[in-house]
């Protein structure tokens, strides 16, 4: 390199420097404080039982890989966190559901690190932590590091495309937050044992708090093509106590990978029937 290109860039470097030196501090980002006489949600929070594996009462069962984990892949007994008790499943979806529940680690699309949808994601076995302002709440997920945003100054607008998130509006109701959650894609489960939805599937939540530390969370399903009738979820919510207690990392593509692409390092042919 000659002497010129030198200069030019030690007399580059020089002018970077002095205008970094005398460009005025960045501005502090602006948090939003929440609007008197609202509660505040924000926190990290968590789900403490065993709906991510059966919304319904279930006794304790074997996976599909017990047989190698023993006891720490096996399923754990939980009571139903139906209102109600059962899913209203028309007959022919019923007969789907079994039949899902019979091939769930090869059909449940969270196996392979997609987005579990709404409401599964509240109930996931991982923290989530909520941030609140006047106009906006927004939930980074644990699981997957999936995140969301509840819009509360949005009313009557609609997704352009279904996703595996949805669209959530929000509103609140008293101290309840309640968050119309639709445009999801069919693909999402309610839970591991094969319960499922269609692709018109309406989701009303409904936070509300119970104490300074738990939320009552509650999930209305709507579907009309899968379901003989509105059904209801619910659920306490209990906020982290340790100290500095936050959201961590799980990226769980690397593990998502050896369940979806496995089949293909083993030599063998996908089955439609069964395989996502």
Request: proline share 7%.
């Amino acid at each position: 390199m000659n002497k010129i290109k030198l200069r030019a860039m030690a007399v580059s470097t020089g002018l970077l420097l002095l205008l970094s030196a005398c460009a005025p501090p960045a501005e502090e980002p602006v948090v939003e404080e929440v609007a008197a006489g609202l509660p505040d949600l924000n926190g990290v929070w968590q789900a403490m039982n065993t709906a991510h594996w059966d919304l319904e009462g279930h006794h304790a069962r074997k996976t599909p890989v017990t047989d190698t984990l023993g006891a720490l892949a096996a399923i754990p007994a939980g009571d139903s966190v139906v209102v109600g008790g059962s899913i209203p499943y028309q007959a022919w979806a019923l007969e789907q559901r079994n039949e899902n529940r019979e091939h769930w680690n090869r059909r449940d699309r969270a196996v392979g690190c997609f987005i579990p949808g709404i409401p599964r994601l509240t109930y996931m076995p991982l923290p989530f932590h909520i941030v609140q302002s006047d106009s906006k709440v927004f939930i980074a997920y644990e699981w997957g590091s999936n995140s969301r945003l509840i819009h509360l100054d949005r009313p009557g607008t609609e997704a352009e495309l279904p996703s595996w998130m949805g669209y959530s509006l929000g509103r609140f109701e008293g101290d309840t937050l309640v968050v119309e959650v639709s445009d999801q894609m069919k693909d999402t489960w309610f839970d591991a044992s094969g319960n499922f939805h269609g692709e018109n599937l309406k989701v009303t939540e409904r936070y509300t708090p119970m104490g300074p530390n738990h939320l009552r969370y509650e999930a209305t399903i709507e579907d009309p093509d899968v379901f003989t009738e509105p059904w209801t979820i619910s659920m306490p919510l209990y906020r982290r106590m340790e100290e500095n207690a936050r959201v961590l990392e799980f990226k769980c593509v690397e593990f998502g990978e050896d369940v979806m692409y496995g089949h293909l390092r083993r030599g063998v042919k996908k089955d439609p029937a069964t395989d996502y």
